[in-house]
């Protein structure tokens, strides 16, 4: 519906414009969509190298933040893991584990 109603806006502004311009120039009332046309094709034929590296870039600048973010979580979840397995090593996991479990059983049943 975003898309769709604004090229049901643009068609009905085109026609009726173009209804007009008709009644004024007649049938050179077409090159005016036409001459439009035609610069924004010759415009991005010159400047699309240029828009692919710009959103190359966008593109590319994004990736990095994700990653980052990304690699910062696997980090914690190592520093984490490495924490259980120090603690378990240290018999300190397997008695908060248990008592936790039993919580856990304790309230299921009620």
């Given amino acids: ?6 090229m049901l806006l643009c068609f009905l502004a085109g026609t009726v414009t173009g209804a007009y311009l008709h009644t004024l ?9 036409a001459t439009l046309t035609g610069v ?9 190298q240029r828009l692919k590296g710009y959103l190359r870039h966008i593109e590319s600048d994004r990736l990095n933040k994700d990653f980052e973010k990304v690699q ?20 300190k ?15 299921l049943e009620e």
């Fill in 40 to 48: 924004v094709g010759l415009l991005y034929t010159l400047f699309r």
């Fill in 72 to 91: 910062g979580a696997v980090e914690r979840a190592q520093m984490m893991i490495s924490a259980f397995k120090r603690m378990r090593q240290l018999g």
């Fill in 93 to 107: 996991f397997n008695k908060k584990a248990e008592e936790e479990e039993e919580g856990v059983v304790i309230e």
């Fill in 1 to 6: 519906l975003l898309v769709l109603a604004p």
């Fill in 25 to 33: 120039v007649g049938v050179y009332a077409l090159l005016i969509p």
